[in-house]
């Protein structure tokens, strides 16, 4: 009897840990689709594509690595330290559930409830027509066995100063580009260093061959287009040049690209959001010790201050910069109260996955506040990074084998009320390539008959949702679910479709903050 009741309970335990194994189609697609597929689809930057339940098992256990370890997706920045708007990293329960789908044996799951695979616009993700397109001509990779830093010098043809309020970069190559910096320049040195070049462009590592341009945003695969809150823009000059910087890896020579930036403008004045190095390795007042430079098979570490003018800042964004030797950087902020605000933490600083990052909420700098950054770099053979072997002395430049400690600050400054205006919010401000917000998905099968899966994802827990089905003049026709709470991610539901009439349907998902739509044509 023991052993019948010891046999039933193991037959139990093993039917439960199966049932608890996470399948492909309802668990880790969703965060394949939404935080991987942006660079893993043809023709991206990522060597290869995760869009069918077929490639994510053949890559199950790299997938598996490269998120335990959280290499992938790409995001220096330490999120325990501070919060940034778009963030591209998976939350612990998003790498213990793909941990468990391998380890669980990569079950498929019922394919029919997947999510609808992301379509990616080759046009660019934000909605309406730019203002201002500018293109690079068509260029031809040289980046054969080390990466090329090209830069491309575009006429803006601009007649009046514009107030860029969003712009984006559209490669014209997802499979090489693996970021774009954008400046203008008013001094026509990009120009000459372009035209002294056989181009088309010129090469510089860094920056863009002057410390005059100005720093307009930047772009890296799987970002989030730049958009600024409302009745702000960064100001271009008339009459600038646009200079691309545009990083084409190792490998990719032979290979063409076309890139181009759209640029949306204010129709009228805004206010000014302004990008500038506050924290710098070129002043002698802020970086300690002075100059910047690490001496050969040494490590060193230096700290940067500046104390704000005597007004109030609103702080919408950070971008720091370094070279190869820079292993870490760190900043925040203390007011005159002595209160501390951390804005950003790199422990592990990679040149190649450098960002333009924006704040969530807007940050207040009181007047009058000390701005710091303390930085790390590694001189020797440790650092696999080190452009010279055997080590060499470092010092300030813009080559490829100096460094750099700059930190971009993106403010405005300040008015009442601008702590409470938030840039990231629940919804995304683009696209139909993400899973966001609260979605209603296209159900599936459409048109359907006898059943249907009713596919949606809510970024966060809801406490009353209801799903209905009405015909085409709103009356409703069947209650599939009453209000309950519904908990955040993605889900698949599948409700039976009998007795309801041939016709042409609206699905309706209404929840405790909007209403979705689906149209959905019922057969029988």
């Not at 789908?101 to 997947?114: F, N």
């Not at 959001?273 to 002043?283: K, T």
Request: charged share 15%; aromatic share 10%.
């Amino acid at each position: 009897m023991q052993n019948r009741i010891f046999f039933f309970l193991l037959f139990v335990s093993i039917g439960a840990a199966k049932a608890q194994t996470p399948t492909w189609a309802t668990d880790v697609a969703p965060i394949i689709y939404n935080k991987c597929a942006n660079c893993h689809h043809n023709g991206a930057i990522a060597p290869f594509s995760l869009m069918t339940y077929n490639a994510c098992v053949t890559h199950a256990d790299s997938i598996k690595w490269a998120t335990q370890n959280k290499v992938m997706p790409p995001w220096p920045p330490d999120p325990n330290y501070a919060r940034l708007a778009h963030e591209r990293r998976l939350t612990d329960a998003e790498i213990n559930k793909i941990k468990n789908w391998v380890d669980g044996g990569t079950p498929s799951g019922d394919l029919a409830t997947a999510p609808p695979p992301p379509v990616f616009n080759v046009n660019g993700d934000l909605p309406g027509n730019a203002d201002l397109t500018v293109q690079i001509p068509a260029f031809t990779s040289t980046a054969s066995a080390s990466d090329v830093y090209q830069c491309f010098v575009i006429p803006s043809g601009l007649l009046t100063d514009k107030f860029i309020t969003a712009f984006e970069a559209v490669p014209g190559n997802r499979s090489i580009v693996h970021h774009v910096l954008v400046y203008a320049d008013t001094t026509g040195t990009c120009a000459a260093l372009d035209a002294a070049s056989p181009g088309p462009g010129y090469v510089n590592f860094g920056g863009v061959g002057t410390n005059s341009a100005i720093l307009l945003g930047g772009w890296v695969p799987g970002s989030a287009p730049i958009q600024y809150p409302n009745n702000f823009g960064v100001r271009i000059p008339h009459n600038a040049d646009i200079v691309l910087q545009i990083h084409y890896p190792a490998g990719t020579a032979g290979l063409v690209d076309s890139t181009k930036v759209r640029f949306f403008f204010a129709a009228n004045t805004v206010r000014d959001v302004y990008i500038a190095p506050v924290l710098n390795h070129l002043d002698p007042s802020v970086l300690s010790p002075y100059p910047l430079s690490i001496p050969a098979n040494d490590t060193a570490s230096f700290k940067e201050t500046y104390t704000m003018p005597a007004v109030d800042f609103s702080l919408l964004g950070i971008a720091p910069h370094m070279h190869l030797i820079g292993q870490s950087i760190k900043t925040f902020a203390v007011d005159p109260s002595n209160d501390t605000s951390k804005i950003i933490s790199i422990p592990k600083w990679d040149f190649h996955w450098q960002g333009f990052y924006l704040l969530p909420r807007i940050m207040r700098l009181r007047a009058n506040s000390h701005v710091y950054a303390s930085a790390f770099y590694d001189n020797t053979t440790n650092n696999d990074d080190n452009p010279n072997s055997p080590p060499q002395v470092v010092n300030a430049g813009e080559g490829t084998t100096d460094e750099m400690m700059l930190v971009y600050f993106v403010f405005a400054l300040y008015q009442p009320g601008d702590e409470n205006i938030i840039i990231d919010s629940a919804v995304a401000l683009h696209t139909a390539t993400y899973y966001h917000g609260q979605q209603l998905l296209t159900p599936y099968p459409n048109p359907a008959s006898g059943q249907v899966i009713v596919k949606y994802y809510f970024e966060k827990d809801d406490a009353a949702t209801s799903l209905t089905l009405l015909d085409m003049n709103g009356k409703v026709v069947k209650q599939f679910s009453p209000n309950r709470k519904v908990t955040g991610g993605y889900h698949a539901e599948t409700y039976s479709l009998s007795e309801i009439p041939a016709g042409v349907y609206t699905l309706q998902l209404r929840s405790s903050e909007r209403i979705l739509t689906q149209k959905l044509i019922i057969r029988n």
